[in-house]
């Protein structure tokens, strides 16, 4: 059973940055492929960014150039860096793993955090 912890949210006035962080509990980031998602209210979960086990990245086309996804295989932990945060990047953030090639459907993700609010100030 994979298992996910997402940290690292809070609440920070626009154009300032924030580090979430997924603590994952078995070899999840090096074998997986591994997403992050949002949900703000009232709207559908989206996808954010996601990294395969070989490394390859994708990004919506609303985070591109502002955020970076990362890991580090050896603390078994993934990463979202979040810069130049705007107002309606605020939302509870997801970290997601699923056996396979790269998707951005969030239905095609079987693990999932319980994630963490991340709010934008204006």
């Known amino acids: 059973q994979v298992q996910l912890v997402e940290s690292g949210g809070g609440l920070v006035q626009a154009g300032g940055s924030l580090r979430l962080s997924c603590a994952a509990s078995?070899?999840?980031?090096?074998?997986?492929?591994m997403g992050w998602f949002r949900q703000a209210p009232g709207k559908e979960r989206e996808f954010v960014a996601a990294?395969?086990?070989?490394?390859?990245?994708h990004f919506a086309d609303s985070v591109k150039g502002r955020f970076t996804i990362s890991r580090d295989i050896d603390k078994n932990t993934l990463y979202l860096q979040m810069n130049s945060l705007k107002p309606e990047d605020t939302a509870v953030y997801y970290c997601?793993?699923?056996?396979?090639?790269?998707?951005?459907?969030?239905?095609?993700?079987?693990?999932w955090g319980q994630g963490t609010q991340v709010t934008v100030s204006s």
């Open positions: 997601a793993a699923r056996s396979g090639a790269l998707a951005a459907t969030y239905t095609s993700y079987s693990y």
């Open positions: 990294v395969t086990w070989i490394g390859s990245t």
């Open positions: 078995r070899r999840t980031i090096s074998d997986y492929t």
